[in-house]
C-alpha cells in the first residue's frame, strides 16, 4: 500500500469535513498571489502548501530535485522527472503534514510562510499542453449520439468496439477553471436551408470528461504497451470540452471535429496523482468482442470517480443536472495510451488526453446537453422556472468530481466556466 494514501493519517493542517484535498489526496498545481509570482503548490485542506518554500528552506532534502524545479511557471519539468521522483515527493509532504510530525507544524515562521489560503491564491494550467488528444470512449454516449443522428440499429459505427476512436484537438485553447468563454462564431446550416449561414453558435453544449496528463516520453516509433501505460501518466484533471453543435453536424464531414471544438476547453487546476486514486480501482465494462492482443490487459484500470455537472443561470443558483461517474468508460486510460502509440506516435510531458464524453446508463447520468436534452426535444427544467435545450449566454458550467472510500473523500476541486456573448463584430464583419 503507498503509504500516503494509508487512510488512518490525519494532518496538523485543518481540512473541513467533506473536503476535496484531505491529506491522502496531495495534488499538484501552479498559483500565485498578488504578492507572489507563479510556482508549484499542493492542495491541503482550505491552503496551498507553497512548494518553492519547502524546497529552497530544505525541507525537500535528499530527494534528487533540480535547483529551481518548482519556481515555474508549469509543472512540466517536475513530471518530468519520473513517478519515482514524484511519488517520493509526494510521500514526503505527506510526512511534513502528518499531525505527529513536528518538523513544519512546531516551526511557525516556516508554516506561515509554507501555508497560503485557498482563498489569497489564483490557480493557473497546471502544465504547458505540447499535445491534445480527445477520445470518445463512452459506449453510452457514443449510443446515444448514435441513435440521435443514425440508425437506433446501428448507433455504434464498426470500428468502435475494436479501437478507442480519438482525434488530435487543440491545445492552445486549453483554459482553467473561472477563465470565461465566448460563444464561438461559425458557419451553420440547418436541414430545411439552401445555403450555410454565419453567426453564432445557437447550440452551444459541454462535454462531461477526465483528463489525463502524460510525465514521460516513449521516442519517436516506440510504442506503449498497455502493461507500461501507467508509468508514463501522471493523474488526472476534470476537463469540460466545449462543442458547438450546430457548427459540428455542419462541418465535421469529412475530416472530423474543427472550429466546433477548438475554441476552448476547460479543466480542473488541481492534478490528482494516479497514486491518489488508487483505492479507487475497480473493474470496467466487458468487452465485447474481445479486443486484438495489444489493447489487452490485466487488473482493474477503470476508477470510481462520481462526477456532477451544475448548470447556474447568471444571477440565479446551481442546478444539479447529471450524476455521473468515469467507471462507465468503456475504453481504459491503459486501453487509450497503447492505442495512440501503436503506430510510433511520440507523447511528450505535459500531453492531455481527454476521455470523451463520460454518461452513464440512466437519463440523468448523461455527460452532455445534446443527451439530457435529447437534441432539444426535452428542455431541462431549472429551478427559477427557465428551460435549457443548450447553453444560454450568461450560463456558468460547473463540474465536480471524487472518489469516496469509507471516511476518505478525494476530489478534483471543480471546473466552472462562465459564457459570454458572441463577438458580434466578426458577424457584420
Known amino acids: 500500500m503507498i503509504k500516503a494514501n494509508d487512510p488512518a493519517l490525519k494532518s496538523w493542517v485543518e481540512v473541513p469535513e467533506n473536503s476535496?484535498?484531505?491529506?491522502?489526496?496531495?495534488?499538484?498545481?501552479?498559483?500565485?498571489?498578488?504578492?507572489?509570482?507563479?510556482?508549484?503548490?499542493?492542495?491541503?485542506?482550505?491552503?496551498?502548501?507553497?512548494?518553492?518554500?519547502?524546497?529552497?528552506?530544505?525541507?525537500?532534502?535528499?530527494?534528487?530535485?533540480?535547483?529551481?524545479?518548482?519556481?515555474?511557471?508549469?509543472?512540466?519539468?517536475?513530471?518530468?522527472?519520473?513517478?519515482?521522483?514524484?511519488?517520493?515527493?509526494?510521500?514526503?509532504?505527506?510526512?511534513?503534514?502528518?499531525?505527529?510530525?513536528?518538523?513544519?507544524?512546531?516551526?511557525?515562521?516556516?508554516?506561515?510562510?509554507?501555508?497560503?489560503?485557498?482563498?489569497?491564491?489564483?490557480?493557473?494550467?497546471?502544465?504547458?499542453?505540447?499535445?491534445?488528444?480527445?477520445?470518445?470512449?463512452?459506449?453510452?454516449?457514443?449510443?446515444?449520439?448514435?441513435?440521435?443522428?443514425?440508425?437506433?440499429?446501428?448507433?455504434?459505427?464498426?470500428?468502435?468496439?475494436?479501437?478507442?476512436?480519438?482525434?488530435?484537438?487543440?491545445?492552445?485553447?486549453?483554459?482553467?477553471?473561472?477563465?470565461?468563454?465566448?460563444?464561438?462564431?461559425?458557419?451553420?446550416?440547418?436541414?430545411?436551408?439552401?445555403?450555410?449561414?454565419?453567426?453564432?453558435?445557437?447550440?452551444?453544449?459541454?462535454?462531461?470528461?477526465?483528463?489525463?496528463?502524460?510525465?514521460?516520453?516513449?521516442?519517436?516509433?516506440?510504442?506503449?504497451?498497455?502493461?507500461?501505460?501507467?508509468?508514463h501518466i501522471f493523474g488526472f484533471v476534470l476537463f469540460n470540452d466545449w462543442s458547438a453543435r450546430d457548427i459540428q453536424v455542419w462541418e465535421y464531414v469529412p475530416l472530423g471535429p474543427f472550429l466546433a471544438k477548438n475554441f476552448a476547453s476547460s479543466i480542473s487546476p488541481w492534478i490528482v496523482t494516479m497514486d491518489a486514486l488508487e483505492p479507487f480501482r475497480t473493474s470496467g465494462p466487458e468487452q465485447v468482442p474481445e479486443v486484438l492482443p495489444y489493447l489487452q490487459y490485466k487488473g482493474d484500470k477503470n476508477f470510481d470517480i462520481h462526477l456532477q455537472v451544475y448548470l447556474q443561470p447568471e444571477g440565479g443558483e446551481e442546478n444539479l443536472i447529471c450524476n455521473s461517474n468515469f467507471k462507465y468508460m468503456y475504453w481504459n486510460v491503459n486501453q487509450q495510451l497503447a492505442h495512440h502509440t501503436v503506430n510510433g506516435c511520440n507523447v511528450q510531458v505535459g500531453d492531455m488526453y481527454a476521455s470523451g464524453t463520460i454518461s452513464g446508463p440512466a437519463p440523468d447520468s448523461y455527460g452532455s446537453m445534446l443527451e439530457l436534452a435529447w437534441k432539444g426535444t426535452k428542455p431541462l427544467k431549472l429551478s427559477n422556472g427557465e428551460e435549457r435545450k443548450f447553453v444560454?449566454?450568461?450560463?456558468?458550467?460547473?463540474?465536480?468530481?471524487?472518489?469516496?472510500?469509507?471516511?476518505?473523500?478525494?476530489?478534483?476541486?471543480?471546473?466552472?466556466?462562465?459564457?459570454?456573448?458572441?463577438?458580434?463584430?466578426?458577424?457584420?464583419?
Not at 166 to 193: D, F, L
Not at 407 to 419: C, L, S, Y
Open 20 to 231: 476535496d484535498f484531505p491529506i491522502q489526496n496531495l495534488p499538484f498545481g501552479i498559483f500565485k498571489t498578488d504578492y507572489m509570482e507563479a510556482g508549484a503548490g499542493v492542495a491541503i485542506g482550505e491552503h496551498v502548501l507553497d512548494l518553492t518554500y519547502l524546497h529552497e528552506n530544505g525541507f525537500l532534502d535528499g530527494l534528487s530535485l533540480p535547483a529551481g524545479v518548482f519556481n515555474q511557471r508549469w509543472l512540466n519539468d517536475f513530471i518530468g522527472l519520473g513517478k519515482k521522483v514524484t511519488s517520493r515527493v509526494r510521500e514526503r509532504i505527506s510526512e511534513l503534514l502528518r499531525h505527529d510530525h513536528d518538523e513544519l507544524r512546531d516551526n511557525k515562521p516556516a508554516r506561515e510562510l509554507a501555508l497560503i489560503p485557498m482563498d489569497e491564491a489564483e490557480m493557473l494550467m497546471p502544465v504547458k499542453v505540447p499535445n491534445y488528444t480527445d477520445f470518445y470512449s463512452s459506449i453510452e454516449h457514443a449510443t446515444n449520439v448514435g441513435t440521435m443522428f443514425r440508425d437506433p440499429k446501428n448507433a455504434l459505427l464498426p470500428n468502435w468496439r475494436h479501437i478507442p476512436v480519438g482525434y488530435h484537438g487543440r491545445a492552445s485553447s486549453i483554459v482553467p477553471s473561472g477563465v470565461s468563454i465566448k460563444r464561438p462564431n461559425g458557419q451553420t446550416k440547418p436541414p430545411e436551408a439552401e445555403r450555410p449561414s454565419f453567426g453564432p453558435s445557437g447550440r452551444l453544449d459541454f462535454e462531461l470528461e477526465m483528463a489525463f496528463i502524460t510525465c514521460m516520453e516513449n521516442g519517436l516509433g516506440n510504442a506503449i504497451p498497455t502493461h507500461k501505460a501507467e508509468d
Open 392 to 429: 444560454q449566454d450568461g450560463d456558468t458550467v460547473i463540474m465536480r468530481g471524487f472518489g469516496m472510500k469509507g471516511n476518505v473523500r478525494i476530489g478534483f476541486g471543480e471546473v466552472k466556466t462562465k459564457v459570454l456573448p458572441a463577438d458580434q463584430a466578426q458577424v457584420t464583419g
